[in-house]
């Protein structure tokens, strides 16, 4: 057991991105400095929105640094709300994503300032008068903090951290970030954010590169419970273009202004080039989406780092002639008087907001027209409603039927899919001491989880919102120790530890967990009020089932929609898994004790695991088997209730 309370903090808060894609906001703490890593806008769901108004747990000028993985609003858009609240510190980004963050940043800070202006005059905010979250003005103050790094190499945020950005393939300037933290007294503990990882084929920018050496590892989980479809993407969008001009339809593609449209267009000069395209106009409708775009051709002919070796000096991947680059109101609008077929690329990529909203307007009631769905479509934007099949989508306040022919094309993602957010995780030179799954849907991160544990065998967590993460290293060595000295402590199946008096109240000071390799898991929590929590399990391979209805706890919440009494000994093994409040309760052996679906574990595991169990208790062999409570023997560590 070790005591965590005379060291340093080393640590890392989640304060969003956790169970969500947007909101990014990692804080990395060793002693008394204090890293941001990202500064993610809140998107989508209007819960998650409002959260963008919510003091910031840490007051911003505590803050001694921020770091930006990469320039999309989910990780950069806050960034101007810190500084306007009194964050004055650098804020460090790769030369490319802050080029792209002086696109996106002050257009963000202008939709806040119509959005405000115009909820004045439809009288609709709670706030009179409604205000902008930020500026135009704010954005640029913001990115006057700006200090730009190259790639691999090394630079200090702050006193006692080490930074270094790697290509990440995911848009240009993107980042995985390592970050090496030493605190007097202990060895340096090393983090990798995988910030959003791209996909090996991204036809401008060069892959991930690999993990490397870690001790813990944040990864994104965007696309953690799907698989992208065999990459025909590009053959599917010429098709849909082929029918949809046939017919004499428009194709409407809301996309990301950021890599997004620089990718469709490169994509589209390169059916052009192949005789593909029919000679019908492309409207580029997003001055964002232009402006990008020169980023991205600078960056082409600059030879930057993260461009794919064969197409640096190449001026010509973007040129089409019927191009028709859309800068102004009135040029937006007449596009959507435009008679006859059209290809119409608009922001936003959800479609959540910006022009593309009064094309949709326009267009979707007509079955000439389609859609084109080519980014992620997060839950609660009019993207994910089409994508999810709606008869009519609500816009400025009136519902549109949808009639226009919806195609999705997520193989055009910029996110890895499940199996290659795995296969960049082999690429580790050894396994993290733990992984912390961030940065998707909570489906989604469980499912990668789940994958993680069972697949590479790797103790991984999906954190919660707000939760507060110890990095020390050696915890997890001792943890070994402890087993160790569990295993001597229990004598029989079924005994509690000594520390666990007979009432089941715990009289240790400090919660801990304890464990051998098959026999009493104990946890216990005096400080918090939480009784002991004596478990049978057994071990299979190297995972832990628990046949959670030999838990003998007094306050046991956890477990209230068993189906079964503690009486009847047996009763079914795994009545249910421990929902999202319960896990809140369990907080404290959370990086262990996690619970996974038996959906996303291997059935053949599971039916080891039940074997296992049936075998170790014969009272067990004829209960009905409804599931396991599994989690890694190999990193069982000690716990400090801190
Ligand atoms: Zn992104």
């Known amino acids: 057991m070790t005591d965590t309370t005379t060291r340093a903090p080393l640590a890392l808060t989640t304060l969003g991105g956790v169970r969500t894609v947007t909101g990014s906001r990692f804080l990395v703490e060793v002693g008394d400095r204090r890293v941001l890593v990202d500064a993610g806008l809140f998107q989508g769901l209007k819960d998650l929105r409002e959260r963008n108004w919510a003091a910031f747990p840490v007051p911003p000028r505590d803050l001694d640094a921020i770091v930006i993985t990469h320039a999309h609003l989910d990780h950069c858009g806050y960034l101007p709300k810190l500084v306007q609240a009194g964050f004055r510190g650098p804020v460090f980004v790769t030369y490319d994503t802050g080029k792209l963050m002086s696109v996106v940043l002050p257009d963000s ?106 001790d813990w590892l944040v990864v994104e989980s965007t ?50 080039e192949a ?54 109101a009135e040029g937006s609008k007449s596009v959507s008087r435009m008679q006859g077929p059209a290809i119409v690329i608009a922001g936003s990529g959800m479609a959540s907001g910006g022009r593309v909203v009064h094309h949709l307007e326009r267009f979707l009631p ?22 999810d099949g709606a008869d009519s989508v609500k816009i400025h306040g009136r519902y549109v039927p949808v009639r226009a022919e919806i195609c999705d ?39 990668l989880r789940g994958r ?3 697949e590479l065998g790797w103790n991984a967590v999906v954190p919660q919102d707000g939760e507060r993460l110890d990095l020390h290293v050696a915890v997890d060595r001792v943890g070994a120790g402890g087993a160790v000295e569990a295993r001597a402590a229990v004598t029989t199946d079924q005994a509690p530890p000594a520390a666990v008096s007979a009432d089941g109240r715990a009289d240790d000071s400090r919660a801990r967990l304890v464990v051998a390799d098959h026999g009493v898991l104990s946890t216990v929590d005096a400080d918090r009020g939480v009784h002991a929590v004596p478990v049978c399990f057994t071990v299979v391979d190297d995972l832990v089932a628990v046949p959670i209805d030999t838990v003998k706890a007094k306050r046991s919440t956890d477990l209230r929609r068993s189906a079964n009494t503690a009486a009847d000994p047996r009763a079914t093994l795994l009545v249910d898994h421990w929902d999202r409040h319960d896990w809140q309760q369990l907080w404290w052996v959370r990086a262990d004790l996690t ?48």
């Open 366 to 387: 007509d079955p000439a027209n389609s859609v084109a769905l080519v980014g992620f479509q997060a839950a609660g934007t009019r993207g994910r409603s089409l994508m």
């Open 109 to 214: 800070g202008r939709l806040q300032e119509e959005e405000a202006r115009y909820a004045n005059r439809a009288g609709y905010s709670r706030h009179r008068p409604a205000l902008a979250l930020y500026t135009e003005d704010d954005a640029w103050t913001a990115l006057d903090r700006l200090v730009p790094k190259p790639f691999d190499e090394e630079f200090e945020p702050a006193p006692g951290f080490r930074a270094r950005f790697s290509p990440a393939g995911h848009i240009l300037g993107s980042s995985i970030l390592r970050l090496r933290l030493e605190t007097p007294g202990t060895a340096p503990v090393t983090i990798t954010f995988s910030g959003d990882l791209g996909r090996q084929q991204h036809p401008l920018l060069r892959p991930p590169e690999p993990v490397g050496d870690t």
């Open 595 to 642: 619970r996974l679906d038996d959906a996303v574990l291997d059935p053949a595991v599971v039916r080891r695991l039940e074997a296992g169990l049936r075998d170790r208790y014969p009272q067990y062999r004829d209960a009905p088997f409804a599931g396991v409570l599994v989690f890694h023997v190999d990193r069982l560590t000690g716990w400090s209730a801190t």
């Open 275 to 328: 005789g593909r395209l029919p000679a019908v106009p492309v409207y580029v409708d997003s001055p964002m989406a232009l402006a990008a775009l020169s980023v991205y051709r600078d960056a082409i002919d600059g030879h930057a780092d993260d461009v794919r070796d064969d197409l640096h000096g190449d001026g010509n991947l973007f040129r089409l002639p019927q191009l028709d680059e859309v800068l102004d």
């Open 409 to 447: 094309l997520s193989g055009f993602s910029v996110h890895a899919d499940g199996s290659e957010l795995i296969d960049w995780l082999r690429t580790a030179e050894r396994a993290p001491a733990g992984v912390f799954v961030v940065h998707g849907e909570e489906r989604a991160s469980l499912a």
């Open 223 to 272: 696309y953690g419970d799907r698989e992208h479809a065999e990459d025909d993407s590009v053959e599917r969008l010429a098709e849909l273009i082929d029918r949809t001009v046939d017919r004499g339809g428009k194709v409407i593609i809301p996309a990301f202004a950021v890599d997004r449209t620089e990718v469709l267009l490169y994509h589209l000069r390169q059916l052009h």
């Open 452 to 454: 993680i544990v069972g």
